[in-house]
């Protein structure tokens, strides 16, 4: 959708190197969502924004950092990545109610 | 602990006909159900809710209901297409300041529609 784009859309990386994807949105919502998506576990979210500076974790944070320092850009860091790690990671963007979500296409990251 | 579920991992039905997708949850304060469209490569899309007041929405060929004391929904497509070939992730929120707008996804189901 154009107003939320994720990058890299693929990322291949080295186990213990560090990684940062990046979520761009257009539509200047409040909040902002990462979430991974794996095989028999549908999405999890690891952490959310819910304004410029305000973050809080999810469900699956451990291993993860996140940092908003502009309404639209919300950006997820594996300090050191693992091979558990290797995900789909989607981004979402919303007003605040959770029928306003609009995702990203994802970006396939493999640790090997 | 998955406090939505969906027990399908894959469902096949022939054109046509209809598809029933199953969901069951266990969070009792969840007060608002969604589904949820994927294709492959692409983010997923919103597709239909329900909130916890009402036991049924309808919208063109989808209808969803909702049965709280079972703590299950279900969605239904009437009649099925090939475009309907994705996966459909069921997810709920909770009303509380804390729960709301922050949605718990079960693990998809696969709905693979043959000519």
């Known amino acids: 959708d154009a107003g939320i784009t994720q990058s890299p859309r693929h990322k291949v990386t080295e186990t213990g190197t560090p990684v940062t994807l990046r979520c761009h949105q257009t539509e200047n919502h409040r909040y902002m969502y990462w979430y991974r998506q794996d095989p028999g576990h549908g999405l999890r979210l690891i952490h959310y924004s819910y304004g410029v500076k305000d973050t809080d974790k999810g469900e699956v944070s451990d291993g993860y950092s996140v940092s908003r320092s502009k309404t639209e850009d919300f950006l997820l860091t594996l300090e050191s990545a693992t091979s558990s790690q290797t995900s789909v990671y989607f981004c979402?963007?919303?007003?605040?109610?959770?029928?306003?979500?609009?995702f990203g296409s994802g970006t396939r990251l493999t640790v090997v | 602990d998955q406090q939505v579920k969906q027990n399908s991992p894959s469902l096949s039905v022939q054109e046509g006909r209809i598809s029933i997708l199953n969901c069951d949850y266990t969070?009792?304060?969840?007060?608002?159900f969604l589904w949820y469209k994927k294709y492959p490569a692409e983010g997923p899309t919103f597709l239909i809710s329900i909130s916890s007041i009402k036991d049924k929405n309808e919208d063109g060929r989808f209808t969803v209901f909702l049965n709280k004391s079972a703590k299950h929904l279900s969605l239904h497509i009437v009649p099925s297409q090939p475009g309907d070939s994705a996966v459909y992730f069921c997810?709920?929120?909770?009303?509380?300041?804390?729960?709301?707008?922050?949605?718990?996804f079960g693990a998809g189901t696969q709905v693979v529609v043959t000519p």
């Open positions: 969070n009792s304060m969840f007060d608002y």
């Open positions: 979402a963007i919303s007003p605040g109610t959770p029928y306003g979500y609009t």
């Open positions: 997810a709920a929120s909770g009303a509380s300041a804390d729960s709301w707008g922050k949605l718990q």
